[in-house]
């Protein structure tokens, strides 16, 4: 009875306006076990499955996602806890830290890629061969050799993945958040990404955070719900439009089941000018449900920066749904707030023999508003880079230019650290930290590569796409994203507002690059 005591489970959903017309909805599940001294290896809400996989591999920290869709750091915000934590890069990712000795990790990490892939019902074991996984140093996550990394960037996301997902929650998809989760709504979206992520320790037991974000065009059916300015549509949407049913309640055996509304800065600004006061109803839009709390949100400057209305489901009912919504009155155009830096990729050249890959840091005006624009002043970002053996880099082609200047590696390159690929047995490995100037308005790198020679039966299913090289993680260290808000009980902090409260680099994640190899 005891170990059922210490055992939690919590779910909570966000729902966001997006400037271009979109919603965001962030679900949010936390399952945690005590220590398995304390509860043995019995659970009564905590998947089994997921602490013998801990207890089988010795996992000290896994994170898993599967992603269709590339998040659009312009529209839907690049400095920011959301998408900092949950923007991940198209297909599977999957990395792991173990508590093993070093010549041990490998053939765990191998016996783990078979095991989740049974789980999940995916090609998770593709990530077994030498060839297909590596060992960042810092690059990706500070480690003490004990990490490996690995993504399948063109591996398909559907409903067989996510129904496993769902079978490791209580009530499943039956009752709470979980039965909002129709599945043409999610799959018709713009974007989806599924992650599990999992911490183990001695002292503190297992905790798994479940989250699954999406953004969806609202089914407006009235055209009098739409307000436009200068081309701009904004639809008013409620959960019923995004996900064809309402909320009737929650999962029985949660200890918190909550649904929260979060109307960003650039909305913020807008109400202040039109001299309105930041509550669910105002002069530029209604919220269709009063919410039972509404929280508000600090800055550095002690400004208000965002609202976030709370709606505990504990209140509603299959008699009483929940269906909250937002109504715009007027015309609104806001923008979210973005990285220092855009960054994007693409491939130079012709031909089938060789070619160039080109990495570009554009500046978003942020650095300017964040820190000290001295001629002393630079700003660092962490480049983490897998390319596959069959593209042989030459690192020592690497150049880099600031503004159309080509400057001296040792100028901009800080620190680097590369693993170069073997034929058929490992791949490429590529750690950047690079320095840029403050007045700085664009950067590009670029490093030149061999296509290397397959075997017929190398190729992967239609090769005729091309071959996707996996999408490079960009950081900036000194560049932190939290927004602080405050809870009515100060015992519970909300696992969904905690991630707000963390100190996260601000991650870019870029889309994968088709390379055609076409030798034979």
Request: proline fraction near 6%; include cysteine.
């Given at each position: 009875?005891?170990?059922?005591?210490?055992?939690?489970?919590?779910?909570?959903?966000?729902?966001?306006?997006?400037?271009?017309?979109?919603?965001?909805?962030?679900?949010?599940?936390?399952?945690?076990?005590?220590?398995?001294?304390?509860?043995?290896?019995?659970?009564?809400?905590?998947?089994?499955?997921?602490?013998?996989?801990?207890?089988?591999?010795?996992?000290?920290?896994?994170?898993?996602?599967?992603?269709?869709?590339?998040?659009?750091?312009?529209?839907?915000?690049?400095?920011?806890?959301?998408?900092?934590?949950?923007?991940?890069?198209?297909?599977?990712?999957?990395?792991?830290?173990?508590?093993?000795?070093?010549?041990?990790?490998?053939?765990?990490?191998?016996?783990?890629?078979?095991?989740?892939?049974?789980?999940?019902?995916?090609?998770?074991?593709?990530?077994?061969?030498?060839?297909?996984?590596?060992?960042?140093?810092?690059?990706?996550?500070?480690?003490?050799?004990?990490?490996?990394?690995?993504?399948?960037?063109?591996?398909?996301?559907?409903?067989?993945?996510?129904?496993?997902?769902?079978?490791?929650?209580?009530?499943?998809?039956?009752?709470?958040?979980?039965?909002?989760?129709?599945?043409?709504?999610?799959?018709?979206?713009?974007?989806?990404?599924?992650?599990?992520?999992?911490?183990?320790?001695?002292?503190?037991?297992?905790?798994?955070?479940?989250?699954?974000?999406?953004?969806?065009?609202?089914?407006?059916?009235?055209?009098?719900?739409?307000?436009?300015?200068?081309?701009?549509?904004?639809?008013?949407?409620?959960?019923?439009?995004?996900?064809?049913?309402?909320?009737?309640?929650?999962?029985?055996?949660?200890?918190?089941?909550?649904?929260?509304?979060?109307?960003?800065?650039?909305?913020?600004?807008?109400?202040?000018?039109?001299?309105s006061d930041v509550s669910s109803n105002n002069d530029l839009f209604v919220l269709s449900t009063a919410p039972d709390r509404s929280l508000k949100e600090l800055d550095n400057l002690e400004v208000q920066s965002s609202s976030l209305y709370e709606y505990d489901v504990n209140n509603y009912n299959s008699d009483k749904p929940l269906n909250v919504g937002i109504t715009w009155k007027l015309p609104l155009i806001w923008s979210c707030t973005r990285a220092p830096y855009h960054a994007s990729r693409f491939l130079m050249g012709s031909g089938n023999e060789r070619g160039s890959i080109a990495m570009s840091f554009l500046s978003t005006g942020l650095d300017k508003q964040l820190v000290d624009s001295s001629n002393d002043c630079s700003i660092k970002a962490v480049v983490f880079q897998v390319v596959p053996w069959y593209v042989k880099v030459y690192y020592h082609s690497l150049e880099v230019f600031i503004d159309g200047n080509s400057k001296a590696i040792s100028e901009v390159v800080d620190k680097i650290h590369v693993t170069p690929s073997e034929d058929k047995l490992l791949p490429g490995t590529m750690e950047m930290l690079l320095k840029f100037p403050c007045s700085m308005q664009l950067a590009t790198l670029t490093l030149d590569f061999d296509k290397g020679f397959l075997h017929i039966d190398e190729y992967p299913p239609d090769a005729n796409q091309g071959f996707d090289i996996p999408s490079a993680l960009v950081s900036f260290p000194e560049f932190n994203s939290s927004r602080s808000y405050p809870e009515a009980d100060p015992l519970f902090v909300s696992p969904l507002l905690e991630n707000f409260k963390g100190r996260w680099c601000c991650e870019v994640v870029h889309r994968s690059v088709a390379c055609s190899i076409d030798n034979s």
């Open positions: 009875a005891d170990a059922a005591a210490a055992e939690e489970f919590t779910e909570e959903l966000l729902l966001r306006p997006l400037p271009d017309r979109k919603a965001l909805a962030h679900f949010h599940f936390r399952s945690s076990a005590p220590p398995a001294s304390a509860a043995g290896r019995h659970h009564h809400l905590f998947p089994k499955a997921i602490s013998q996989l801990v207890q089988k591999f010795h996992i000290s920290e896994l994170e898993l996602s599967f992603t269709q869709g590339r998040w659009n750091y312009e529209q839907w915000g690049g400095y920011d806890p959301m998408s900092t934590n949950n923007a991940k890069p198209p297909g599977v990712e999957l990395w792991a830290i173990f508590d093993l000795p070093l010549a041990e990790i490998d053939a765990t990490w191998k016996n783990l890629t078979h095991t989740l892939s049974g789980l999940f019902c995916a090609s998770i074991n593709f990530l077994e061969s030498s060839t297909a996984f590596s060992a960042p140093r810092w690059g990706f996550k500070l480690n003490e050799g004990n990490l490996r990394y690995g993504a399948l960037p063109r591996e398909a996301v559907c409903t067989e993945n996510l129904t496993p997902w769902l079978k490791l929650l209580p009530c499943r998809d039956k009752a709470g958040i979980a039965s909002l989760l129709y599945r043409p709504s999610v799959y018709k979206g713009y974007y989806h990404s599924q992650k599990l992520k999992l911490k183990s320790s001695q002292s503190l037991g297992i905790i798994l955070d479940q989250t699954l974000t999406v953004v969806l065009q609202p089914n407006t059916v009235s055209g009098k719900q739409l307000h436009s300015t200068g081309g701009q549509l904004q639809p008013s949407w409620s959960m019923e439009h995004l996900f064809s049913k309402k909320l009737s309640g929650k999962c029985l055996v949660s200890k918190s089941s909550r649904v929260f509304v979060e109307i960003e800065k650039g909305i913020v600004d807008n109400v202040d000018k039109a001299g």
